[in-house]
């Protein structure tokens, strides 16, 4: 059943209707809101807020069509009163501690710049998510958010220029700029030919 | 001058948005243009790295329940599963009251033989003192009982979000609670009202048995039709 579908059953009062819809979204919009938070914890806080918000407030959506565009603004809204409320750095230093897959704990640079070994072969899921997530912290939020809407969530650049507001022209330049500031960004991490050549 | 239009062409190629007639511009461009197709390779090269943060499962479960019903009849309704409908429970409550309160009336009546007449009481001040703590510790009771709901019922609207469900369980299960409490006060108060007419058809047996050998003492001769004894002494 559609999208659209589970969303008139629901306003007409089938609460189960929702929690289909609910059970469809859940995963990607958690992966959303990690992606934007890089904490888990206060990722599924998130998750389980923007379902709330939007069990209370389908009833308004005019167009059931925009639901997608509709769920990410409500978590986007949410992700963004959770960075104001944790005043998180935007970026984040090469000195930052990392931890590695044997459990020890080191500077992210001793850890990418060590050369002993093929540092391709050490990246395992864990460290290329840690270092993806510290590249994307190291570029503004604005250029990070149209990134990971686009890369991650796939919407359409109509869509997220409906969620944020923003001319259209605005989010492709973000985009454009947001990914080679992100090139700059694992560069400085001296990571880029390793992460890059990967599967390529 | 081409590069500059291709500024805002990259997005839109790297995630395939582009028109049929934009893209042969766009592929056709950066087939010709070297500084161009290093931009484009890098912008794909960065895409794809991204592409290795794969998503992961969120490790939770939304379940979202039917939530109109208001508090009371929620609790209404959990009695009704044990086969007690409101209006029996208000219904047995009031009676049950009215019950206790004829019974300690009846039981507080003494008949007393004082100076050579006889006095009908209704309690001494005493048992009347004894009387007013119990009813105040019965309103006492209500009031809190009273609290309880509202106090339930007002955490149940306030809290929002991830405890709701949580705290629905709670409220069910104090309902059930609830019934269970009725039910035994109101097997003890029965068990009481029992007691208690009991010991008051003893008080009348031991009373009239008294007024009999009153009677006898006294040589008094009931009449004939009337039957009725007077309390009057000699
Ligand atoms: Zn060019």
């Known amino acids: 059943m559609e999208d659209n579908q589970l969303i008139l059953k629901f306003i007409d009062g089938d609460v189960q209707a929702f929690n289909v819809l609910v059970n469809r979204w859940q995963n990607r919009i958690y992966n959303f809101v990690f ?7 206060d990722a599924k806080d998130v998750t389980q807020k923007t379902f709330i ?24 809204n949410l992700c963004r009163d959770e960075i104001r409320k944790n005043k998180r750095s935007p970026t984040i230093s090469i000195h930052e501690k990392i931890r590695t897959s044997t459990g020890e704990e080191m500077e992210l640079k001793d850890f990418l710049s060590d050369g002993s070994t093929d540092i391709a072969d050490e990246l395992f899921q864990g460290e290329v998510v840690e270092i993806i997530r510290k590249g994307l912290k190291m ?16 919407l359409k650049f109509r869509e997220i220029s409906d969620i944020l507001q923003e001319p259209l022209n605005t989010i492709k330049s973000r985009m454009y700029y947001g990914l080679n500031a992100l090139r ?11 992460v890059f050549q990967y599967e390529l | 001058m081409n590069c500059d239009k291709m500024e805002l062409l990259f997005a839109d190629l790297l995630y395939n948005e582009l028109k049929e007639e934009e893209k042969e511009f766009a592929l056709e461009h950066i087939s010709t243009c070297k ?13 794809a790295a991204l592409g290795r943060w794969k998503e992961e499962d969120a490790e939770m479960n939304l379940i979202f329940i039917e939530e109109k ?6 609790l209404f309704g959990k009695l009704d599963l044990i086969g007690i409908s409101p209006r029996q429970l208000v219904f047995g409550m009031i009676t049950t009251l009215l019950l206790v309160v004829l019974f300690t009336g009846i039981l507080r009546t003494e008949a007393i033989y004082r100076n050579g007449s006889w006095y009908i009481s209704f309690g ?31 955490l149940l609207l306030a809290s929002e979000e991830r405890i709701r469900n949580e705290n629905i369980a709670v409220v069910n299960d104090l309902a059930n609670q609830f019934a269970l409490l009725r039910r035994q006060d109101l097997t003890l108060i029965g068990r009481s009202i029992n007691e208690m007419s009991q010991r008051s058809e003893g008080r009348y047996v031991r009373t009239n048995q008294l007024l009999d050998g009153l009677y006898r003492l006294s040589a008094y001769q009931p009449g004939g039709s009337s ?3 007077s309390i009057e002494g000699k």
């Open chain 2, 35 to 47: 500084s161009c197709e290093v931009k484009y390779k890098n912008l794909r090269e960065t895409s």
């Open chain 1, 184 to 194: 700059k960004a694992l560069a400085e991490l001296e990571i880029d030919k390793e």
């Open chain 2, 227 to 229: 039957g009725t004894r």
């Open chain 1, 53 to 76: 918000k939007v069990y209370k407030n389908l009833r308004k959506l005019k167009d059931k069509q925009k639901f997608s565009a509709w769920i990410h603004q409500i978590a986007m």
């Open chain 1, 139 to 154: 570029i503004p939020e604005e250029q990070r958010i149209v990134i990971i809407m686009k890369e991650y969530q796939g």
């Open chain 2, 124 to 154: 001494s001040s005493a048992k009347m003192e004894n009387q007013m703590e119990e009813s105040t510790l019965i309103a006492d009771i209500k009031r809190l009982q009273q609290e309880n709901l509202v106090f339930t019922n007002r």
């Open chain 2, 69 to 74: 019903v208001p508090f009371f009849e929620r």
């Open chain 1, 35 to 41: 992606k934007v938070l890089g904490k888990r914890e």
